[in-house]
């Protein structure tokens, strides 16, 4: 009997498989498995062994959904017990969206998953799509008793799967992590940053199944501060039925408070419940509402700081906290508390994992409550 480990692949579509046709490329059922079948390095003993479950139809991940998200977290629900790690083939567009809500959606992981695609279909010659694919599966292999997050694997980085930004259209290095070090880097070795890696979720021995918690039925958005944006845009997007909102402000929490009917804008929905929440729209750095007068006006008007949370991470957990039950208050209070590695609070060192812990016991006691 082989000890070879087992993966399970989910293959929602994406650049990697596609095939050119005369309308560009396009995704076709089962020629990524062709493609695989025709590379003897997938065979390999030093690759563990792998069975894809694919996509009907397949996705330019343009066209991800919150339901997508779903039957992704339900196919590796469903499957848990019977393999190793997880790997999911997807689009590089949403790769990033996908990540986070994953990293939320899959709770008391123990094992891990990782997210991979390519910028150049497989069946060309000249790709990137065979090491991504063979490394990603290479490192879930290996690592598979010692790895128990959501992780995106791209072009010789491990990275975090809720810290990782795609920031590339036209290059290999299309993901990076701007404020948080990779968790490994692959050279001639495969290196894991093992100190920056979170520890399992799930209790031992591993549960037959893992809980997935439904992302998608919130009302939540982002919103992108502009010089001249009117404060009657915002209004819009700030009306019922919308729960929460990831604003995109200057800087480190900066925004247009000295227009009176912006602030009142902002006023009127926090006063109302909405969970507003500042990120920074520079790559890296973090939203901090207390260090500038303002800023300082959107925290006394409500907004919360939500530091240095990627916008794509922003938003899979407020859909998560919402789903969870909790009212405005307490999803305030959690936006701001690091749940699963995905925000760094202010003076923490950044090379100490645990200011980056998921579910403290204290979390968890908190995590009870209900607001009504």
Excluded at 225 to 238: E, N
Excluded at 298 to 327: C, N, P, Q, R, W
């Amino acid at each position: 009997m082989s000890t070879r480990p087992k993966i399970f692949v989910v293959y929602t579509g994406g650049t990697i498989g596609m095939r050119k046709t005369s309308r560009g490329y396009q995704p076709e059922s089962g020629y990524l498995q062709q493609l695989i079948d025709q590379v003897p390095r997938f065979a390999d003993p030093e690759v563990p062994h792998f069975e894809i479950d694919e996509f009907d139809p397949l996705l330019d991940s343009s066209d991800m959904t919150p339901a997508h998200w779903l039957d992704i977290a339900e196919r590796i629900r469903r499957n848990y017990a019977a393999y190793d790690g997880f790997l999911v083939i997807h689009g590089t567009d949403t790769m990033a969206f996908t990540a986070a809500a994953l990293s939320f959606m899959l709770e008391d992981l123990g094992k891990p998953v990782i997210l991979t695609g390519s910028q150049i279909p497989l069946e060309e010659t000249r790709n990137d799509a065979q090491a991504n694919l063979l490394t990603a599966l290479m490192i879930l292999g290996r690592h598979h008793r010692d790895l128990a997050e959501v992780m995106i694997y791209f072009d010789s980085l491990l990275l975090r799967g809720n810290r990782a930004r795609k920031v590339s259209v036209g290059s290999f290095d299309a993901f990076s992590s701007p404020n948080y070090p990779p968790l490994g880097r692959v050279g001639i070795e495969i290196g894991i940053d093992w100190p920056r890696v979170l520890p399992p979720r799930a209790a031992r021995p591993e549960p037959a199944e893992i809980a997935v918690v439904e992302l998608g039925r919130a009302t939540v958005a982002a919103y992108r501060l502009f010089p001249g944006l009117k404060p009657a845009q915002l209004s819009a997007m700030l009306a019922p039925p919308v729960q929460g909102v990831v604003l995109e402000c200057y800087g480190t929490g900066n925004a247009p408070t000295a227009d009176p009917e912006f602030m009142r804008v902002i006023q009127a929905a926090t006063e109302a419940g909405v969970v507003i929440v500042a990120v920074t729209q520079p790559l890296r750095g973090s939203a901090n509402l207390e260090l500038y007068a303002t800023g300082r006006a959107l925290f006394d008007a409500g907004v919360v700081s939500g530091y240095d949370l990627t916008t794509e991470a922003a938003l899979a957990k407020l859909f998560y906290l919402f789903e969870k039950g909790y009212g405005a208050g307490l999803v305030k209070e959690l936006m701001q508390r690091p749940l699963v590695g995905e925000l760094t609070l202010p003076g923490a060192a950044d090379d100490k994992l645990a200011e980056l812990t998921p579910w403290t016991i204290e979390d968890r006691e908190l995590s009870e409550r209900r607001e009504h």
